[in-house]
Nanobody
Framework: QVQLVESGGGLVQAGGSLRLSCAAS????????MGWFRQAPGKEREFVVS????????YATESVKGRFTASIVNAKNTVYLQMNSLKLEDTAVYYC?????????????????WGQGTQVTVSS
């Protein structure tokens, strides 16, 4: 089992920045990738960015490229999501997730463990 705990959400003005953290514990040695997803009210959960547990590969959805960056500190078993130039449409609950398999990296159904989520609200 893997446990994931997110932190760092909050209220920020448009154009501002936030950094989310996701601390992993348990059987982390089996993790292949970590992903960040988000879900806005009334919308489906969507993929945001992923990072290989080893830190050598990242992938981001088009809407956040150039603004959001994932990183990992393996010594701390912690993944970060740095969010810059935030927009109103970035408002959502953000979830981190751990994936053990090699399946599609952007599909939530292939992630095995999920955190509880952290709210990010961008105001005008």
């Amino acid at each position: 089992q893997v446990q994931l705990v997110e932190s760092g959400g909050g209220l920020v003005q448009a154009g501002g920045s936030l950094r989310l953290s996701c601390a992993a514990s348990g059987r982390t040695f089996g993790i292949r990738d970590m992903g960040w997803f988000r879900q806005a009210p009334g919308k489906e959960r969507e993929f945001v960015v992923s990072i290989r547990w080893s830190g050598d590969a990242t992938y981001a959805t088009e809407s956040v490229k150039g603004r959001f960056t994932a990183s990992i500190v393996n010594a701390k078993n912690t993944v970060y999501l740095q969010m810059n130039s935030l927009k109103l449409e970035d408002t959502a609950v953000y979830y981190c997730a751990a994936r053990l398999s090699r399946a599609s990296i952007s599909e939530s159904r292939f992630y095995d463990y999920w955190g509880q989520g952290t709210q990010v609200t961008v105001s005008s």
